[in-house]
């Protein structure tokens, strides 16, 4: 099963909170914080599920994942993975 990987760093030079590169690496401003971090991960995770999207209709679905997500009160604070996803996997 595909995994898109996540890496942190400082993205001031490139102008950018977030990247997604065709290798399915995302790198997001170690910066962010709260709901616009999730909202730029969910951004350029969008980019690379439907990279046929063009960028208003990423931004349309990112901004209604986030702020459904934020509303319903998800947050990063536990990493346990012991209940497994839809597909059966840990």
Known sequence: MRRIKVQYSKLGKQKAW???HSDELIEIDIRLKGRKAMEILIHEICHILAPED????????SVILTKTL??????????????PLQNGET
């Open 18 to 20: 977030g990247l997604a």
């Open 54 to 61: 063009d960028e208003e209709e990423v931004i349309r679905k």
């Open 70 to 83: 934020w509303h319903e009160g998800y947050r990063r604070i536990d990493n346990t993975e012991d209940i």
